[in-house]
Each structure stands twice: as structure tokens, then as C-alpha cells.
């Protein structure tokens, strides 16, 4: 049985210990280890899963709309994420998607944008996809030039996103996309782009360590209605960010889900693997190993549920979620690996879950802002407040 002693910290109300009681025996019910080979199928399999558990609505903002609450409950985000990854990577993988697929219009969208796409996303009947990486723009999101030129009634697009979660399989994309001549996050627009549409095509299926449908798209004079646009022309660039806010915490908190079954699998690994005449665990080497990684899985779980409980109080959390997810995805490559080497040589042979859970990790402290981006938003935040803080004389460093 899992361990969900965390559960009554300060950070959670009775919604929460509920919400994640009830998920975890779903989970275990519904989550099977082995999934089908079609890692497509297999997710759009989950998706209709999660839909019908109820879980999608939480990724959802507006009970009007489909979702759980007006606005999206990041600790439940988080609660969800971390069960989910716990028990299966692609069903984390989902779930998340249809958040951050769909973050923009619960957040920008029109009341009719949000009837339209909404309530299916919430109840899994619709597969969401958010487009704004390109080959040449990353981590540094004003470099990208995707155009989007209006055309009497519509916008024309042009160019291409790479590293598209969902692409394939995804019903619609929100896409960011620059008017002509505009500069760095300036004249970026936001646009909901419906699979199928002419001059939408996807270019090429792109194979990642942990399978997850992932594509580059290309605009090929693609055509959009400007009705299609969220919020205001040129605040794509505020919609994108407001969006991966949402959601960055719960990056962390998947993290957190991998790291707490790595160490699970770790110390029953430790307890039963008998060598030398006693089991690996009697070792104090095994167990300083153990000890460090229940430290950092601990330290991940403060900063994720603390980061995910400011911003439900309404908080503007740029700094704190940035440690959170820094700390929750890098001491997690750390708790995983400690695992696979506990494990031995079944650790790294395939079908074993710290395998498995070797693969999932890596990109997570790449995708939604890497890691050295999370430390220039805290250097940047932290110094930021220190200057405003410490204008008057007589403070820190005129000496003793
Ligand atoms: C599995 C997966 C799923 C993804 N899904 C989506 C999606 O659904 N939608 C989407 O739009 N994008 C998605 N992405 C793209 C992802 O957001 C980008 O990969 C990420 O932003 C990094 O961009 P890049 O790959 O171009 O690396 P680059 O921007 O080229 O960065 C390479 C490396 O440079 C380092 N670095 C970056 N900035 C700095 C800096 N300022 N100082 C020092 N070092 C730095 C980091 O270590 C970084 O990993 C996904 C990526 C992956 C791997």
C-alpha cells in the first residue's frame, strides 16, 4: 500500500485527502503496468479513462465548462500528477496534456471558445495540444517565427513547431504565432487550430526514450478564422507564460510521483535482494543511499505542494514554482538512479520499473523550462527583491 502519510500536511484541505484516496484506488484499478504496443492507442485509450474517472475535469477550469472548479485547483493538479506518475507514465503524460493543451482557453478563451473545446477535453472526448516550440526557438520562446498575417476575417499561417506533445493524435492545438515584422515576445498571438484544418500538417513523428506521441507541425498556409484567436492580438506571449504557470508546478509534482515509486521499489528491492549472508538493506552504505533519497523526496514534496498551495491562495508564485520544479525533477533523476543501481542488473534491463522510470524522468528537466532556465528565474526573482527591499541605509553589508 502506498504511503500517503504527506496527505495531512498543513497544505491540503479535506477535498484533497479525498480526492487523492479515491484516485489511488482507481489507480490501482485501473492502471495496468503493461501497456498496448501503439503508444498512440494506448493514449488516447487513457484519455477516455481519465475522462470517465471524472480526473480530466480537474485539468479544466469553469464547472460551467466541465471543470472541477472556476479556477483550476493546483493542488489537485498536483495530487493527480503525482498518483498518476507513480503508477504510470503515459497516463501522467495524459492527464497533463489536456491541462496545458487547453490551459489557455479555461484562462483566454471566449465564452464560445470554451463551450466549443472545453467540455470535451474534460470529459476525455478530445485530445489538446499546445504548440509554441520551433526548431529555433526553445527555451528562448522570442525567437520563434511561426506568422500569423491577417486576411480580411481570417489569419494566415505560416512555419513550423517541433516537440508537440499529442501531435498526431491531438483534435486541436493552441499555437503561437507572430504577426509579420514583429520582434522578440511582442506581436506573439495565441490561435486554436482544429486537426484537419487545410495547411495543417504533421510533418514528421518524432521517437522519444519514453514513448509519448510528440510531433513536428507545419503551417502551409494555413488559413484560421480569426474568431479562432484567444484573447487579445499581440498577448500570446502573457497567455503562453500564464499557462506553463498553471502548470510548471505540476511538473515538479510528476517528478515527485516517479521519485516516491523509485524509492518504493528501492526499499523493497533493499529488503529482499540477500547477499553476502544478509540483504542488501543490512548494509550502511544501501542505507545512507536510502536515507538521501527519502531526504530529497521529502524536499521535492515541500516545494511542490508549498508552490501548488500559494498559488491557490491567489499568490503570484514565479519564483517558487521555478524551485520546485528545479529541485523535484533533478532529485528525482537522482532518486531514480539511485534505484536502478539498488536494482543492479535488473535496474536497467527492459520491463523493469526502475527501467522504466529512467526513461520518464529525463525529459522532464528539459521540457517547460530546463533547469538552468528555472535557476535564472530564481536568481532573477530573488535579486529583483532584495533591491526593493533593501533601499534603506543601515542593512545588510554597511558592517557591524
Ligand atoms: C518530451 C518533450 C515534450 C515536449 N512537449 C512540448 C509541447 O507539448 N509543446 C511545446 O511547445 N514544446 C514542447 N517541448 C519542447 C520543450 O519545451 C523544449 O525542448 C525546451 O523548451 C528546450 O528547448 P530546446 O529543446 O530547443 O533546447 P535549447 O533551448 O536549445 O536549450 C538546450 C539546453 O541549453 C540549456 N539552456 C537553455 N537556456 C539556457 C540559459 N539561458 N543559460 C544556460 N543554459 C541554458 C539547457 O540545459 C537546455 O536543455 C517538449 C520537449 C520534450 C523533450
Redesign the pocket.
Known amino acids: 500500500m502506498r504511503d500517503q502519510a504527506y496527505l495531512d500536511w498543513p497544505f491540503f484541505e479535506p477535498r484533497h485527502r479525498k480526492l487523492a484516496h479515491d484516485l489511488e484506488a482507481w489507480a490501482r484499478h485501473h492502471l495496468t503496468a503493461h501497456l498496448e504496443p501503439d503508444t498512440d492507442q494506448a493514449c488516447r485509450r487513457l484519455v477516455r479513462l481519465l475522462g470517465a474517472g471524472g480526473w480530466t475535469r480537474y485539468a479544466v477550469g469553469g464547472p460551467a465548462y466541465g471543470g472541477m472548479r472556476e479556477q483550476i485547483d493546483t493542488r489537485a493538479v498536483c495530487l493527480i500528477r503525482e498518483a498518476l506518475a507513480y503508477h504510470q507514465g503515459l497516463a501522467d503524460f495524459a492527464f497533463a496534456m489536456q491541462g496545458l493543451g487547453s490551459g489557455a482557453i479555461s484562462l483566454h478563451g471566449s465564452p464560445e471558445q470554451k463551450a466549443r473545446y472545453l467540455g470535451p477535453v474534460a470529459r476525455g472526448e478530445s485530445i489538446a495540444?499546445?504548440?509554441?516550440?520551433e526548431p529555433e526557438a526553445?527555451?528562448?520562446v522570442g525567437a520563434l517565427c511561426t506568422e500569423a498575417r491577417a486576411e480580411g476575417q481570417n489569419y494566415i499561417l505560416n512555419g513550423q513547431k517541433t516537440?508537440?506533445?499529442n501531435g498526431g493524435i491531438a483534435d486541436f492545438y493552441v499555437v503561437f504565432a507572430r504577426a509579420p515584422g514583429s520582434q522578440g515576445t511582442k506581436g506573439i498571438s495565441a490561435f486554436v487550430v482544429e486537426a484537419g484544418t487545410p495547411g495543417l500538417e504533421v510533418a514528421e513523428r518524432i521517437e522519444?526514450i519514453a514513448p509519448?506521441p510528440?510531433a513536428t507541425l507545419r503551417f502551409n498556409h494555413c488559413r484560421v478564422p480569426a474568431h479562432q484567436r484567444l484573447g487579445e492580438e499581440g498577448q500570446g506571449f502573457k497567455i503562453a507564460m500564464q499557462t506553463l504557470d498553471i502548470f510548471r508546478t505540476s511538473v515538479a509534482a510528476a517528478a515527485l510521483g516517479f521519485a516516491r515509486r523509485a524509492l518504493d521499489e528501492a526499499l523493497y528491492r533493499a529488503t529482499t535482494r540477500a547477499l553476502f549472508g544478509q540483504t542488501l538493506a543490512d548494509f550502511q552504505l544501501t542505507q545512507a543511499r536510502l536515507a538521501d533519497m527519502a531526504v530529497k523526496v521529502d524536499a521535492a514534496a515541500l516545494l511542490t505542494y508549498r508552490a501548488a498551495w500559494l498559488r491557490d491562495q491567489g499568490q503570484r508564485v514565479t519564483q517558487e514554482a521555478a524551485m520546485a520544479k528545479l529541485t523535484a525533477t533533478e532529485y528525482a533523476q537522482q532518486v531514480v538512479d539511485g534505484a536502478v543501481q539498488l536494482w543492479g542488473g535488473l535496474g536497467v534491463t527492459r520491463g523493469q520499473v526502475v527501467e522504466s522510470l529512467y526513461r520518464e524522468i529525463r525529459?522532464l528537466r528539459?521540457?517547460?523550462g530546463?533547469?538552468?532556465?528555472q535557476q535564472?528565474i530564481i536568481a532573477r526573482e530573488l535579486l529583483k527583491h532584495f533591491k526593493e527591499t533593501q533601499t534603506v541605509k543601515g542593512g545588510i553589508g554597511d558592517g557591524v
Open positions: 495540444a499546445f504548440a509554441l516550440s526553445g527555451s528562448d516537440w508537440i506533445s522519444v509519448h510528440l525529459a528539459i521540457y517547460e530546463a533547469s538552468e532556465v535564472l
